[in-house]
């Protein structure tokens, strides 16, 4: 494998890296509006207290939602290929998190011809440069 395609790989897997910190925030999110939930239920008023929860809830949702976004971002990227099949097995592999095996199985090919797909989309594939357009 070459050091450029190393480097588009890695750019790509940011989406599984993304998926990660986007359950973890989700599961702190829950946290926090659990916690909000268990004070007005016991009767508790404490206005410090509640707006820190609140200021909490708000950045988890912040965050998640530029989670989302960078992971829109893969996506569009990959959309750039112009090629329905290369782009499926990237989606599948990286957004979607599926083997080689599970790709070939749904799309009814060999898992070796998957392989070979798979470094052709990633051959194809340009990472841009912040800022830069399609």
Same mark, same amino acid.
């Given at each position: 494998?070459?050091?450029?395609?190393? $480097? #588009?790989?890695?750019?790509?897997?940011?989406?599984?890296?993304?998926?990660?910190?986007?359950? #973890?925030? !989700?599961?702190?999110?829950?946290?926090?509006?659990?916690?909000?939930?268990?004070?007005?239920?016991?009767? =508790?008023?404490?206005?410090?207290?509640?707006? $820190?929860?609140?200021?909490?809830?708000?950045?988890? #949702?912040?965050?998640?939602?530029?989670?989302?976004? %960078?992971?829109?971002?893969?996506?569009?990227?990959?959309?750039?290929?112009?090629?329905?099949?290369?782009?499926? =097995? %990237?989606?599948? &592999? &990286?957004?979607?998190?599926?083997?080689?095996?599970?790709?070939?199985?749904?799309?009814?090919?060999?898992?070796?011809?998957? !392989?070979?797909?798979?470094?052709?989309? =990633?051959?194809?594939?340009?990472?841009?440069?912040?800022?830069?357009?399609?």
């Amino acid at each position: 494998m070459t050091t450029e395609q190393i $480097k #588009k790989r890695e750019w790509l897997s940011r989406a599984k890296l993304l998926f990660e910190q986007l359950k #973890k925030t !989700q599961k702190q999110l829950l946290r926090y509006q659990r916690q909000k939930i268990f004070l007005f239920e016991i009767g =508790i008023s404490d206005d410090v207290l509640e707006q $820190k929860i609140e200021n909490n809830i708000q950045n988890q #949702k912040k965050q998640i939602k530029n989670l989302i976004a %960078l992971n829109e971002e893969i996506r569009n990227m990959i959309l750039t290929l112009h090629d329905d099949t290369l782009e499926t =097995i %990237l989606i599948r &592999y &990286y957004l979607l998190y599926e083997s080689y095996s599970i790709i070939a199985q749904k799309m009814n090919y060999s898992k070796r011809h998957i !392989q070979r797909l798979f470094f052709q989309a =990633i051959d194809k594939f340009i990472v841009l440069e912040a800022g830069e357009t399609t």
